[in-house]
């Protein structure tokens, strides 16, 4: 898998939109991107994935260039329960389990 | 609804002794299993991986094993402990190649 770089740690405001950036300069045609957060002393969490276009859900957006080299994630409205280590991750296709990097350490604060 | 099952949810144990940690998946068939662990302040590291029975594929060589006897059962063992083995460990499952992952509660391993 294509390795990522992300901000060892952010700080955003409650109520405020959050981005997270990763870069994944390697990324290869068929590989998807992935994001993963962790809430302290629980299992990660699975928030959104994309290949090219972007993607919504009901948790975050997911925006990446249209040279597929680097991608965000936005909460649109931070909460103090998005605190969490945040993972990007790339993937590539066929029967692959996913690899975690050290994430970004998303601090809420109000 | 499919759900995960990990236990115990701690154990804490001597240096030297065996492991056995058991993670069952309820409400599919045929799911893609995984084992990870946390050591303290660090990230996930990919244990082994299972994509059917009797399938296992190792990631990092150690004095760990993993052995998937039924379908939706995944067991992580030890013949004998060692203290570097304390961590968090997760199970995981995703119901095929490119679907998102859902994991366990996890256990958390103190090894004394």
């Known amino acids: 898998d294509a390795k990522t770089t992300q901000p060892t740690s952010m700080d955003c405001a409650e109520g405020r939109a959050a981005n997270l950036p990763c870069n994944h300069s390697t990324i290869s045609g068929n590989e998807y991107v992935y994001w993963y957060r962790q809430i302290h002393s629980q299992g990660p969490q699975y928030i959104i994935h994309g290949l090219k276009n972007n993607e919504t859900n009901e948790m975050a957006s997911l925006i990446i260039t249209e040279d597929r080299k680097s991608s965000t994630l936005i909460l649109p409205h931070a909460t103090l329960r998005d605190t969490a280590v945040y993972y990007c991750i790339v993937r590539v296709v066929i029967n692959t389990p996913l690899v975690f990097g050290k994430g970004t350490r998303l601090s809420v604060i109000a | 609804s499919q759900t995960i099952h990990q236990w115990p949810a701690t154990l804490v144990q001597p240096v030297g002794s065996p492991l056995s940690l058991e993670c069952t998946v309820e409400?599919?068939?045929?799911?893609?299993l995984y084992w990870y662990r946390q050591a303290a302040g660090r990230g996930l590291q990919l244990l082994f991986y299972?994509?059917?029975?009797?399938?296992i594929s190792s990631e990092v060589p150690q004095n760990l094993s993993a052995s998937r006897p039924q379908d939706r059962q995944f067991i992580l063992s030890s013949k004998k402990l060692l203290l570097s083995d304390s961590g968090f460990y997760l199970c995981?499952?995703?119901?095929?190649?490119?679907?998102?992952?859902?994991f366990g509660p996890g256990t958390r391993l103190t090894v004394t």
């Open positions: 299972s994509v059917g029975i009797g399938q």
């Open positions: 409400g599919t068939s045929n799911p893609n």
């Open positions: 995981a499952w995703s119901p095929g190649r490119l679907d998102e992952q859902y």
